[in-house]
C-alpha cells in the first residue's frame, strides 16, 4: 500500500508468481495439492484411451468380458478421481484462508508504519475497501484461478507431448494454434482491467459516504437532513457501472 491511492494491473503469470511464493511457506499443503492435481489430469488423459478400446476391440468383437473388465476399471478411477476432488478443494481452502490471514496481517502491520500525511491524502473507505473488496478478490482468485492455471497448464503439457509420440504433425498445429488464444486476451485484458478499477475506486467512494453518514448521525437527524442524504446516495449508486 502506497501513500497514495492507486491500483496495479498485475497480469496472470505475475499474480499466479506472488501466489506460489505466498503459499511456499505451506509446502506439506502445496505438495499435496499438485498431487491431486496430477491425478486428475492423468484422470482426463486416460478416458481416450479406454473409449479406443471399447469402440475398437469391444464393439467390434461383442467382447463383454473386456467390457466388464473396463466398467470396473472406469468406477475405480472415479472413486480415485472424486476423492482427489474433495482433497484439492479441502487443501485450497485451507492454503487460501492461511495465506489471506497472513496478507491481512502484513497489510495491518504496514499500515502502522505509513506516515500521517497518508491518512490525510486517503479515504478511509478506500483503506476499508483494500481489506474487503481487494482481498476478497484475490482469495477468489486464490480458491479458482490458481487451481485451474494449474490444472490446465499441466494437462496441455503432458497432452501435447504425449500427442508428439503418437502424432507429432497433430501436435505440430496444436502448437501453431496457441498464439491465437493468447492475442485475445491480451487485448482485452487492458480494458478489462480500466473497468476493474474503475468499479473499486466507486466502491470505496461509496464506503467512504457510508461511513461518513453513520459518524454523522446525530447532525443528520438534529437537522432532519435524512431525505437529502438519502437522496444523494441514491445518485451515487446510480453512477456505478
Not at 15 to 21: C, E, I, P, S, V
Not at 63 to 68: P, Q, S
Not at 105 to 132: C, E, V, Y
Not at 141 to 168: D, N, P, Q
Amino acid at each position: 500500500m502506497s501513500n497514495t491511492p492507486s491500483t496495479v494491473s498485475m497480469s496472470p503469470t505475475t499474480f499466479l508468481r506472488h501466489a506460489f511464493r505466498l503459499m511456499v511457506p505451506y509446502k506439506p499443503a502445496l505438495i499435496l495439492f499438485f498431487m491431486t492435481v496430477i491425478t486428475q489430469v492423468a484422470f482426463y488423459l486416460c478416458l481416450p484411451v479406454f473409449y479406443r478400446e471399447v469402440f475398437d476391440q469391444v464393439i467390434p468383437n461383442q467382447d463383454l468380458a473386456y467390457l466388464t473388465q473396463i466398467t470396473i476399471t472406469l468406477c475405480v478411477l472415479f472413486v480415485i478421481f472424486g476423492f482427489s476432488e474433495s482433497m484439492e478443494a479441502y487443501i485450497t481452502s485451507r492454503m487460501a484462508s492461511n495465506v489471506m490471514r497472513d496478507v491481512r496481517q502484513n497489510m495491518f502491520k504496514h499500515i502502522q508504519k505509513l506516515p500521517t500525511h497518508f491518512f490525510a491524502n486517503t479515504s478511509t473507505g478506500d483503506i476499508l475497501s483494500r481489506f474487503t473488496n481487494d482481498l476478497a478478490m484475490v482469495e477468489q482468485a486464490l480458491l479458482s484461478s490458481f487451481y485451474k492455471v494449474c490444472f490446465h497448464t499441466l494437462a496441455i503439457i503432458t497432452g501435447i507431448s504425449i500427442l508428439f509420440i503418437f502424432e507429432w504433425r497433430l501436435a505440430l498445429i496444436t502448437l501453431l494454434s496457441f498464439p491465437l488464444g493468447i492475442i485475445g486476451p491480451k487485448l482485452l485484458s487492458p480494458k478489462a482491467s480500466k473497468a476493474g478499477t474503475t468499479r473499486k475506486e466507486e466502491d470505496a467512494n461509496t464506503m467512504s459516504a457510508i461511513q461518513e453518514n453513520l459518524l454523522a448521525q446525530r447532525v443528520i437527524r438534529a437537522f432532519a437532513l435524512q431525505t437529502a442524504y438519502i437522496e444523494k446516495f441514491a445518485i451515487r449508486l446510480g453512477n456505478l457501472h
